[in-house]
């Protein structure tokens, strides 16, 4: 691989979902404390194995790969697995003296710029007194598979998995069981996107051989697939500085994040069996945000386009939602509105206005009259989520501004809608 290989030792990598980072481990003959390199400068390797990113030139060549600075020690860091959505960093840390040393799990936590937090050991149950190795995370978030010899199992090292519980800690790691997990060492499970087809190492009478199998129903997966596209402005300009968040509808819980590379692409697992919200931001741009049905593939694929900031763009509403021929807020609407209020929050030069639209079915004088409640409606809402009551106005327009003209069943749907327009940036 070109760019990555220097004249130290290239070990275990991780892709990032995208194919356009990579954490690798690069290792020397023994532990060190970052003395001079013989060579030359004063070297930043740590230890005998240090992580260390590159990301993926224009050109198709890496770049030049770099220390990770606060991930590694003077011990040895490898086994590196990359979340899906490249926002965190697991992998293996093996303290003490060569031949005697804890090997535990740890975490790093990517940062707004790039670099990664200083690592923590896995919470909950995951490591022990004897040795955790080779983690893999899967797309879904909320599997950990990892090896270990330090719980009761079939002997040697065997292959366990931990799940996300819904207070963001690792349950009790559970034993893959026979015939997966047998009296010799097995390690490196990699479990792909559908859940259940795994992957993994096992080394029995001096001989080390890959297997595959299907996970049990008990221990597998959610099938996940990638959604991926530009992030761009509404010009075609890519947005690298922007961000994709995935949203539970129901509680609006962000339970998924896509990092936007240089090239403003894209890339985060999408769940294949629950519903959610997909939104996108990006500086002096407006928010948007769209939903995604459980079981779609129509958005696997998908450009998400910002309109830039300026007196005048609007944004439509898309997951805001009234009871029939009423102004009351459906439940669904919740999720939406509270990323809108967090983001006025955070632009408080912008004053916007809500508008109510309604189809041509029904009176002028009643359309206009719903049209306004709901933008009221909406608007309170808001405020009550947090924005500033100074910020937002509401209007009702009817049906005076058709989004689509006609009297099809589209065309209404298009036109029952609420906006956000901007009025002014102070």
């Given at each position: 691989m070109r760019g990555l290989n220097t004249r130290s030792n290239e070990g275990a990598a991780s892709l990032s979902g995208d194919g356009t980072s990579v954490i690798l481990t690069v290792c020397r003959d023994a532990d060190r404390s970052g003395s001079r390199n013989p060579a030359g400068p004063r070297d930043r390797h740590k230890g005998s194995c240090d992580l260390y990113g590159a990301s993926l030139m224009a050109n198709g060549v890496w770049e030049r790969p770099q220390n990770l600075g606060a991930v590694n020690t003077s011990g040895w860091e490898s086994q590196p697995c990359l979340s899906p959505d490249g926002s965190k960093l697991y992998f293996t840390r093996g303290s003490g003296k060569p031949g005697r040393r804890q090997h535990d799990l740890f975490s790093s936590q990517r940062q707004a710029d790039g670099t990664w937090s200083s690592p923590r050991k896995m919470q909950g149950a995951i490591n022990t007194a004897g040795k955790e190795m080779r983690p893999f995370i899967h797309p879904d978030g909320r599997h950990f598979y990892f090896a270990t010899n330090g719980r009761a199992g079939m002997g040697g090292m065997d292959l366990f998995v931990s799940t996300l519980d819904e207070d963001g800690e690792w349950g009790s790691p559970v034993n893959l069981g026979w015939p997966i997990n047998t009296p010799g060492e097995e390690s490196g499970l990699v479990v792909s996107s559908d859940g259940k087809t795994a992957f993994f190492s096992r080394e029995s009478g001096g001989q080390l051989d890959v297997f595959t199998f299907e996970l049990p129903a008990s221990v597998s997966a959610s099938p996940t697939l990638?959604?991926?596209?530009?992030?761009?402005?509404?010009?075609?300009?890519?947005?690298?500085?922007?961000?994709?968040?995935?949203?539970?509808?129901?509680?609006?819980?962000?339970?998924?994040?896509?990092?936007?590379?240089?090239?403003?692409?894209?890339?985060?697992?999408?769940?294949?069996?629950?519903?959610?919200?997909?939104?996108?931001?990006?500086?002096?741009?407006?928010?948007?945000?769209?939903?995604?049905?459980?079981?779609?593939?129509?958005?696997?694929?998908?450009?998400?386009?910002?309109?830039?900031?300026?007196?005048?763009?609007?944004?439509?509403?898309?997951?805001?939602?009234?009871?029939?021929?009423?102004?009351?807020?459906?439940?669904?609407?919740?999720?939406?509105?509270?990323?809108?209020?967090?983001?006025?929050?955070?632009?408080?030069?912008?004053?916007?206005?809500?508008?109510?639209?309604?189809?041509?079915?029904?009176?002028?004088?009643?359309n206009q009259q719903l049209s306004k409640e709901r933008a009221i409606s909406v608007r309170s809402t808001l405020i009550d989520l947090g924005a500033s009551p100074d910020q937002l106005t509401a209007v009702g327009y009817g049906n005076s501004q058709p989004a689509q003209i006609g009297d099809s069943e589209m065309a209404r749907r298009l036109n029952r809608r609420t906006t956000l327009t901007v009025r002014s940036l102070d």
């Open positions: 990638a959604m991926e596209g530009l992030l761009r402005s509404e010009n075609g300009t890519p947005l690298p500085s922007g961000r994709v968040s995935l949203l539970d509808p129901a509680t609006g819980e962000v339970f998924a994040e896509g990092r936007v590379n240089l090239k403003g692409h894209y890339h985060v697992p999408v769940p294949t069996l629950r519903s959610f919200v997909v939104s996108a931001e990006a500086p002096d741009h407006l928010v948007l945000s769209e939903r995604i049905e459980a079981g779609s593939s129509d958005w696997l694929e998908h450009d998400l386009v910002l309109r830039p900031l300026s007196p005048g763009a609007e944004v439509v509403l898309q997951n805001v939602f009234f009871d029939s021929g009423s102004a009351q807020l459906s439940p669904e609407s919740q999720t939406e509105l509270l990323q809108i209020a967090s983001w006025l929050r955070s632009q408080p030069q912008i004053t916007l206005e809500v508008g109510g639209h309604t189809d041509d079915v029904g009176g002028e004088s009643s």
